[in-house]
């Protein structure tokens, strides 16, 4: 593949943290991968091995690393704070572990935030746009129900249709079944799987289920801060 087809790439990418008086933790360390257009990823890891900690940089959530991160060929580093929120809310979206719904809103006010925050100024067209992402995950006759009155599994398909409201090149997903029972995960994981996959997306997903890391193409272990390829 050429470099018309890298989603993502990044060089010799570490971030620490301070432990109080001059020790420090390196979180993330020395890590150069490159993510494909239309290919999922997994990355398995213990509690603490600094998963979240990679996604959240990735994600273009967290500006303090050292090393490259490239997004289509770009360095992010060069960008101004407005600048990565914007290509953010347009280029990416996310689903989390704990859906990060906000409970004051509706479904689908919720699906609508990203395009607000992407600059889709007309609310007809994102009212529009909610709907389609909501029929796509079955929650369209929810649509106007607010989000404390979902299932955790209801939850988490309004979360994915939300991921998808702006169109985006890629989708990250930090544990987004560790909040669900095992049915309710495989069932979200298959929707999420065929949406991504319909939609061209490339996924980046967080899990420490090794039965869910084996549904993507491709697997990433991290370990104190160091990631290597794994087969499980």
């Known amino acids: 593949m050429d470099e018309a087809d890298t989603?993502?790439?990044?060089?010799?990418?570490?971030?620490?943290?301070?432990?109080?008086?001059?020790?420090?933790?390196?979180?993330?360390?020395?890590?150069?991968?490159?993510?494909?257009?239309?290919?999922?990823?997994?990355?398995?890891?213990?509690?603490?091995?600094?998963?979240?900690?990679?996604?959240?940089?990735?994600?273009?959530?967290?500006?303090?690393?050292?090393?490259?991160?490239?997004?289509?060929?770009?360095?992010?580093?060069?960008?101004s704070n407005l600048q990565r929120a914007r290509l953010r809310a347009n280029y990416m979206g996310f689903v989390f572990q704990n859906y990060s719904l906000i409970r004051q809103l509706n479904v689908w006010e919720n699906v609508a935030l990203p395009m607000e925050y992407a600059g889709h100024s007309i609310s007809k067209a994102r009212k529009k746009r909610s709907l389609e992402c909501l029929e796509r995950v079955g929650l369209?006759?929810?649509?106007?129900?607010?989000?404390?009155?979902?299932?955790?599994?209801?939850?988490?398909?309004?979360?994915?249709a939300r991921a998808l409201a702006c169109k985006p090149k890629l989708i990250i997903c930090d544990e987004p079944t560790g909040a669900l029972d095992k049915d309710t995960g495989d069932a979200v994981m298959d929707l999420l799987l065929e949406l991504v996959a319909a939609d061209g997306c490339t996924l980046i997903l967080v899990t420490h289920d090794a039965d869910i890391a084996a549904l993507c193409e491709q697997r990433f272990r991290m370990d104190r801060g160091m990631i290597t390829p794994c087969s499980l």
């Open 7 to 79: 989603v993502l790439s990044t060089e010799h990418l570490s971030a620490s943290v301070a432990m109080g008086g001059k020790e420090v933790l390196r979180i993330v360390n020395d890590v150069s991968i490159t993510i494909r257009k239309g290919s999922s990823y997994a990355i398995v890891g213990k509690s603490g091995s600094g998963k979240t900690s990679l996604i959240s940089i990735l994600g273009l959530l967290n500006a303090h690393y050292e090393g490259t991160l490239l997004l289509n060929g770009h360095d992010v580093a060069t960008l």
């Open 140 to 160: 369209a006759h929810h649509a106007k129900d607010n989000v404390r009155s979902l299932s955790g599994g209801e939850q988490q398909r309004v979360a994915i």
